[in-house]
């Protein structure tokens, strides 16, 4: 098993993070426009069109430092957890993100890795009440 | 000992993609607009971060015009000492994929793990200035 780390310092308290990371609609201000939140509360994110459907589900509930969730679909995906971690010191977050438990380091492990790295711009962005809002329209990369 | 890896597509000619890696006025553009290099084999290079409270002294190891750049690193950092940065241009039927790999790391710290994320926001920085879509550079100053 293989995971991606990565992590990021944003210069706002953990409170505003939390929001970010913790339910479903907050991956829509940073991560994909295209966002649905099914009855059960399944998380699913649409990517290029849906050609890729990532569907989401929180593992237990989240604390105001911990947030995972478990992937439920997609080829290399599915099986894997997004875990968040948030820590505070003087008004500032760092945050700690993990794509855990990926079968093998594959060249689409490598891309995540650099995707994730832009996302965390985004969620920092966010968390701060700046642009660009998500990395992903509905049919692409949103610029 | 730890790597950082990253990929990404990139819409434009391999050339384009390495001026912008090799060369002083590319990498100004996407990575920080304090850099100076010198463009040789040998050359001296510069990064200064937010008014220069970080620096990174590198060297220039290898220019391969459009296929790849690898640059050592000497300091100031003391965990980015020893280590050494690899771009590697690989052509695909239209556009090019970027390989990048941040080597020889001695623990995979903290820093380490927020340099990992700074270099997939610098890949999509370089993407996009390659393909004209400049948001210029993650440092400005």
Redesign the interface.
């Known amino acids: 098993m293989s995971d991606i780390r990565t992590a990021i310092q944003i210069d706002v308290p953990t409170a505003k993070v939390f929001p970010l990371v913790g339910s479903g609609p907050g991956f829509a201000k940073w991560w994909a426009e295209d966002l649905t939140v099914r009855s059960d509360g399944t998380v699913d994110l649409g990517f290029f069109n849906r050609s890729t459907v990532y569907s989401l589900r929180l593992v237990k509930a989240p604390t105001p430092t911990e947030v995972e969730w478990h992937c439920l679909s997609g080829k290399e995906w599915k099986g894997t957890r997004l875990l968040f971690q948030l820590s505070e010191s003087k008004g500032q977050t760092l945050l700690r993100f993990t794509h855990a438990d990926w079968e093998a380091v594959t060249d689409y492990f490598v891309s995540c890795n650099t995707t994730w790295g832009a996302l965390m711009f985004r969620l920092k962005c966010a968390a701060e009440g700046r642009a660009p809002g998500p990395l992903f329209s509905t049919a692409g990369w949103a610029l | 000992m730890p790597d ?6 990139v819409n434009a000619p391999a050339e384009k993609i390495y001026a912008a890696i090799a060369t002083q006025k590319g990498l100004r553009l996407w990575w920080t607009a304090d850099t100076t290099i010198e463009e040789r084999v040998g050359g001296n290079a510069v990064f200064g971060f937010d008014k220069r409270a970080t620096v990174f002294r590198m060297k220039v190891e290898e220019l391969v015009p459009s296929k790849r750049v690898v640059l050592s690193c000497h300091g100031d950092v003391e965990e980015w000492k020893g280590t050494r940065l690899t771009w590697e241009i690989v052509p695909q039927d239209r556009g090019s994929s970027v ?1 990048f790999r941040h080597a020889h790391w001695r623990e ?1 710290t ?1 820093l380490f ?2 340099c ?9 920085r370089l993407r ?1 200035y390659s393909e004209g ?1 400049n ?1 210029g550079p993650l440092w400005t100053e």
Not at chain 2, 4 to 9: A, D, R, S, V
């Open positions: 950082l890896l990253h990929e990404i597509f390989q995979a903290r793990a927020i990992n994320s700074s270099w997939g926001e610098l890949m999509h996009d879509k948001r």
